[in-house]
């Protein structure tokens, strides 16, 4: 099932993934790390401009490894902001990921926290 952030992005020939809904009804997408950089300058012209959070996990023990950011479009006036999910996926025997430390200067202490414990190597990160 796609949501709307996901069908936006196919009206555009954004290449991803729809991953479905967490359980709090949160979009979920996956998207290649050749194509994360340029999505997350697309999604922070398109609203989201806050970085909740990122955070990186072990999918299966000798298998892919995650790196995972929460976005949420913060607008005057609005209750209840739109959120998105979005999963990168690295292969372990080469876990890089572009940085998006210069899309959301938040994602500093949080992609190097995931280096630490996983040893992704975030590219152009400060």
Known sequence: ?????SVWL???????RSLGFDYQGIE??????EDWHSIAVILYVYGYNYLCSQ????????GLLASVYHLTRIEYGVDQPEEVCIKVFAPRSNPRIPSVFWVWKSADFQERESYDMLG???E???
């Open 124 to 126: 152009n990160h400060p």
């Open 120 to 122: 992704i190597s975030y």
């Open 55 to 62: 955070c990186a996990y072990d999918v299966a023990p000798g």
């Open 28 to 33: 979920t997408l996956q998207i290649k790390p």
């Open 10 to 16: 196919v009206k555009h020939g954004l290449v991803h």
């Open 1 to 5: 099932m796609q949501g709307h952030l």
